[in-house]
């Protein structure tokens, strides 16, 4: 598949996934949502790896990668899981968008990755600049969205760290072999857990909560992380976390369409700006040569 393709598809699947999350939380505790999800999605991983022939690989480097992945599934969705009911699901896409400056500042000391021209780090530090007035817009209107904003924010710092474990093992695995053996060494954790939650079905679970989680299943979870996986095996790790600053776009557009989320003009104005670190982050070389960085550093 074209990594353009597979690029564009994470895109959209990740900007429809907070909004997803909400819709599966309805009359569902989020551990009981987050781990259905999970436990589903790796039933359902291996006829697709008999399917493509795909043997699961059970060598040492490739469970040290399923094991770096399973902090953006376990880590990162037991995270935003917790917070989400309490934040609009565009808010949770916009604080995504804190994923690039910490990816590419783990993956500079840890990969060794010299993606972070000056130029780079300043249209991050502006992206960071949109992200404050975000999150200062949003906690003026409800003292309560301390704990979405929270869960957030451990979520990012999960899947960006995650990110470029995956990244450090270089397990060189299929993206499905990648994708299923992440999800099965989470769904030990999430089972690990229960002790401490529980799993709590109702008998009037809604229809909207069931469509919610079989799309997360079958899109967010499946599809998706396989998009993901491919991605991220091709590309480096921070420009492949610049997903999370286009997607906001799109999920600020579903929140309001599908369930008429609004956020606040400080809200607004903080994601055109952090729109702009993107802009300045894709198209750095005017600011390296007028910050006179000839070379990443």
Known sequence: M?????????????????????????????????????WISAALSLPLLFI????????????????AGSLGIYG???AVYWGSPFIPSGLISVLYGLSPMLSGALAWFWLGER???????????????GLT???????????????????????????AGSAVWVK????????????????????????LTVPFFGVHIPQDWSTVSQAGLVYLVLFGSLLGFLLYFHVLKLLPASRVTLITLMAPVLAVFWGYWLKDERLATSSIFGAVLLLAGLS?????????????AKKPV
């Open 2 to 38: 074209p990594v353009a393709v597979a690029y564009l598809g994470v895109v959209f699947i990740w900007s429809t996934t907070p909004i997803a999350i909400q819709f599966s939380l309805q009359g569902l505790d989020f551990f009981t949502a987050v781990s259905l999800r999970m």
């Open 52 to 67: 493509m022939r795909q043997p699961l690989a059970l060598n040492r480097q490739a469970l040290q990668s399923y094991l």
């Open 115 to 129: 993606e972070l021209t000056r130029g780079r780090i300043l249209a991050l530090l502006l992206a960071l600049a």
């Open 280 to 292: 300045l982050y894709q198209w750095h070389q005017w600011p390296d040569r007028l910050l006179g």
């Open 76 to 78: 990162a969705m037991m």
């Open 133 to 159: 007035l975000v999150v200062v817009g949003r906690l003026s209107l409800d003292a309560g969205s301390w704990r979405g904003i929270l869960g957030t924010l451990v979520s990012v710092l999960c899947f």
């Open 168 to 191: 450090q093992v270089n397990a060189g695995l299929h993206p499905m072999v990648q994708t299923s053996g992440t999800l099965w060494v989470s769904s030990l954790a999430y089972l």
